[in-house]
């Protein structure tokens, strides 16, 4: 009924400084109602078509601008999110279906620091200079905007990875087209009504919503977009690959991960176990650098099972927007089923399921009957050519096994074709050194996760990804370099 659909939410593209209503409207869910709430455009080439030629009718100005005068208008549109921060993280929660408590404290604040970041890191940049006095010849380098990037980002972190690009990409003085997820659009276009009160001069931003098939396809194939960054699954991945590849774009993936935490006898579990919690369940298990392979030393193994299993039941899963609920929903009914199909393969395959899915009962508010929700789930005994232990579950479940050695442990933590991030516990400096060389990983944690210095390198090896993310690599992959040699 037009009654109903007047309630909804409806968002637009936002291209050239304006919001432009789209001819087709793509439905997207409340995930812990599992309700309608929201209609976001499902934009095609001629939307992508719209905003490409607003980024690059903007980018001559942008470009020409000082470091320091974008420099400013980053800052001040951190301040902009900043000062609506409640709004906006009610909204990602209510969006993307993770706690009030996560979107206050990890979402929003993240974005908000990615603008101050780069707004900082942009000023201090330098390029390089060498002399060959033999040949009176002196040669540097400088460093240049691209031009119009396409930014994709995905749903499990929706404004907090759409920022990370956005900010490095126009502290650059590049211009803009942005993809956010469907799933997942409402914080981008709330960002998007604060660009012009920032000072974003129009066409500088644009931000097209819908399908990747469609929207992000028609993007990655257009000739006038030069840099791609994504962040996403393997899958699309490669599909950018492919039809990027006859424009010779430059591309950034930054893709899934399937990261072990290494746990040796000599670990402090009062520190490990509350952390492998979180870095197993926190947003539900949706954060490419969660851990879902536990690989215990065999003479704590037990001890471990029994106190983390015990802690794992302690997590409350429920409404998120309750401020005591640690688990919110899953994104999608599609991606719940998907979750939910693994903890059922591995008891096919004679794991044991120790809690959560299947094993213990989930009781849920009246009005949350109907959402995505999933107990934190821990699976023992698990082979590890399990697909539960070679490919990315992207949920609230992690496996735990044995292991004995060292030696063994490195081989079996690299027999996976992701190579994101890991983690070890350890009290031998000695060991997390030797330890942390030979895993095939971007990141690796000891005694802690996801602790995150910007100014390093953030990426994957293997099927984890291309390229890295922080303040210089961003800005490698975000400007031309060109070497200028000069005989006096």
Known sequence: TMAHSKALLVLENFIGGKFVPCSAYIDSYNPSTGDVYCRVPDSGKEEVEAAVKAAKDAFPVWS??????????LNKLAD????????FAQAESKDQGKTITFARTVDIPRAVYNFRFFASSILHQTTECTEMATMGCVHYTSRAPVGVAGLISPWNLPLYLLTWKIAPAIACGNTVVAKPSEMTSVTAWMM???????????GVVNVVFGMGAKAGEALVCHPDVPLISFTGSTLTAQRITEKSAPHCKRLSLELGGKNPAIVFDDADLTQCIPTTLRSSFANQGEICLCTSRIFVQRGIYSEFLKRFVAEAK?????????????VGALISKEHLEKVRSYVKKAQAE???VLCGEGVDSL?????NQKGYFMLPTVIAEVKDESCCMQEEIFGPVTCVVAFDTEEEVIERANSVKYGLAATVWSSSVGRVHRVAQRLQSGLVWTNCWLVRDLNLPFGGMKASGIGREGAKDSYEFFTEVKTITIKH
């Not at 020409?64 to 208008?73: A, F, T, V």
Request: charged content about 30%.
């Open 350 to 352: 004679g794991a044991r």
């Open 64 to 73: 020409s601008k000082s470091p320091l005068e974008r420099s400013q208008i």
């Open 314 to 326: 302690k997590w409350k899963v429920g409404n998120p927007s309750d401020p005591t609920v640690d």
């Open 363 to 367: 009781a849920l508010p009246a009005g």
């Open 80 to 87: 902009l999110i900043e000062h609506d921060l409640e709004v």
């Open 192 to 202: 998007c009504k604060l660009l012009e009160k920032a000072g974003v001069p129009h």
